[in-house]
């Protein structure tokens, strides 16, 4: 993957074989990329590179992080639960996301049309972050390791795979990680274990 977020934007994210060629999902919108990453700078949200996607964040919080697939790009909202949402332009990332947390995006013209009502929403998200306020937890059987949930967050894919999982094999992944003692290790065995979550298998499992 890659380290660097000026590649983000000129040769991809480094995690498929597509990467820095043209077919690279990155390379079907690169004006509305740019465009959602002016809009986040002129914000005042901090850049950072994060499971080789653009995050930014704001009070030492992620607040919004940039992806894109063959079909839109999106701007993904970390804790999304808070959002408002009145102009109704939030949706969920798939069938098991709890929350609608992103803006979808079809066209590269879309983000300019957007513009406002995104800064408003960044606003909002940037205020949460700045009182320490997060949505409330659900009751849930399984307590997932932050790391898992920011990478499940950012990655619909890897999120619908793991939702697949059965409960045991979902335990076995959240024990291994929550075996590690520094967030490094944690994110590195994630993106180790990627392939296995999609082949429905756990830890274990060969």
């Known amino acids: 993957m890659i380290t660097d977020i000026e590649d983000y934007f000129s040769v991809g994210c480094g995690r498929c074989e597509r990467f820095s060629t043209p077919d690279c999902s990155t ?123 920011e990478a499940l967050e950012i990655d619909p894919q890897l999120a619908e795979a793991f939702a697949k999982l059965t409960p045991g094999r979902q335990k076995s992944y959240v024990i291994n990680l929550k075996s590690a003692k520094k967030p490094e290790t944690r994110i590195s065995r994630i993106i180790k274990y990627r392939n296995k979550i999609f082949a429905g298998k756990g830890v274990a499992e060969r």
């Not at 950072?48 to 940039?66: D, E």
């Open 27 to 149: 390379r079907l919108w690169p004006a509305g990329l740019m465009e959602l990453r002016r809009i986040c700078l002129e914000s005042k949200l901090k850049e950072t590179l994060k499971w080789a996607h653009p995050c930014y964040m704001h009070a030492n919080r992620n607040i919004v992080i940039i992806g894109a697939l063959r079909k839109d790009f999106r701007l993904s909202f970390f804790n999304a639960a808070l959002l408002k949402d009145p102009d109704n332009l939030l949706e969920k990332q798939g069938p098991n996301t709890p929350y609608p947390d992103m803006i979808r995006f079809t066209g590269d013209d879309q983000v300019r049309q957007r513009e406002p009502i995104i800064k408003s929403y960044l606003k909002e998200a940037m205020g949460y972050a700045e009182t320490g306020r997060k949505p409330q937890k659900e009751h849930a059987e399984l307590e997932l390791p932050a790391e898992l949930t």
